[in-house]
């Protein structure tokens, strides 16, 4: 496997060595060249949606009844999160947590907002590779705020597809219900991802079976490596999910709790998917191993065949190979053609012996 492709499991984190808490700093990879910020306002009967260059432009929005999203893509500027920060009012040490996109999925309760951190997936079938960004949701009253890396495509399309339509019951339903719906559709990202990770072990073990290759063992490793941080991205997410079904905040209204229980079920899903597909690539490897095991086995096997056989024919021409004077057959016009043909017959019979052993 490259470097290139590894780098992406070597957390940077050193950054962060030596400073207080609450300390401002980007950390992971910029994905993302400039920031964008989307607000959607929508209640039922209307839905509005604006660019913004600033979040004070969103002020507006904030004063209505409805439920304002506000979506940002890019969290590599730092001065852009510490302004969300100031006129949403938000904690120093959440900043800092969405700043930093190397978090383990979470989620907490300080009273006048809720805070979410998890990971969306997307598999690029172009560079055979597993991506993954970090989304930060932070819940207010009558507004969501949303942090994403800013990877190419995102998984909230779905979501503002159904608040544009006005036909979904999102419409009617308060912050609490857009954070469900955000929550979910990061979860239903790994499906998909899933989804293909389950064609391409297939491939795989078809290609273990019959014609195996360095390449092989190369993609085998890569999936499980994969899988691995598919299981560390997924595991922490029920806890989430259990956390927000189970909390007293005035923020979760009761009738709301029973979609984020399905978003636990969901994710149990997943895990036993992950956990399912981590046994299958640990078989498959067995096989790649055990198929490699067994050709070495066979070409050995060939070689030994012919060594033995050549054993006594070795010794034959060993033999009458010493020129001694008193070896009569040495004087004879046709001793060398009747010590080929004795060498034939014995490797004849010694090759029948084998194959009535079945030993080829």
Not at 310 to 320: E, K
């Amino acid at each position: 496997m490259s470097k290139k492709k590894s780098k992406r499991f070597l957390k940077k984190i050193s950054k962060k060595a030596g400073l207080p808490p609450g300390s401002l700093v980007h950390i992971g990879e910029e994905k993302s060249e400039k920031t964008k910020i989307e607000a959607i306002y929508f209640d039922e009967e209307i839905c509005e949606t604006r660019e913004l260059t600033s979040f004070e432009e969103a002020e507006h929005f904030l004063q209505k009844k409805g439920v304002t999203w506000i979506n940002v893509d890019g969290v590599s500027d730092v001065g852009l999160i510490e302004r969300a920060g100031k006129f949403f009012n938000i904690n120093e040490l959440v900043l800092e947590d969405i700043l930093n996109t190397e978090q383990r999925p979470q989620a907490k309760d300080f009273g006048e907002f809720l805070f979410v951190v998890l990971k969306m997936a997307k598999y690029d079938d172009a560079k055979d590779e597993l991506l993954t960004e970090q989304v930060s949701i932070i819940v207010g009253k009558n507004y969501v705020l949303s942090f994403q890396e800013g990877l190419e495509g995102d998984v909230f399309d779905p979501v503002r597809e159904r608040i544009k339509k006005g036909k979904e019951r999102i419409r009617k339903m308060c912050s609490d219900y857009l954070a469900h719906a955000l929550i979910d559709a990061s979860v239903d990202s790994f499906f998909v991802v899933l989804e293909k990770i389950g064609l391409k072990l297939e491939d795989i073990e078809e290609e273990t079976l019959s014609l195996p290759s360095s390449k092989t063992i190369e993609d085998i490793h890569k999936l499980k490596r994969n899988l691995i941080f598919l299981r560390k991205a997924v595991w922490p997410i029920r806890e989430v999910a259990g956390f927000l079904e189970r909390s007293d905040s005035h923020l979760i209204q009761k009738t709301t709790s029973q979609y984020f229980r399905d978003i636990y079920d969901h994710t149990l899903q997943l895990i036993d998917l992950i956990e399912t597909f981590r046994d299958i690539g640990g078989g498959i490897l067995d096989i790649y191993l055990s198929n490699m095991s067994n050709r070495l086995n066979e070409v050995m096997k060939v070689l030994t065949i012919i060594s033995t056989i050549f054993i006594p024919l070795t010794f034959i021409a060993g033999v009458y190979g010493m020129n001694f004077h008193n070896m009569p057959e040495l004087e004879w016009k046709y001793g060398y053609f009747l010590i080929l043909f004795v060498m034939g017959i014995v490797a004849f019979l010694m090759v029948r012996f084998f194959r009535k052993k079945e030993w080829i």
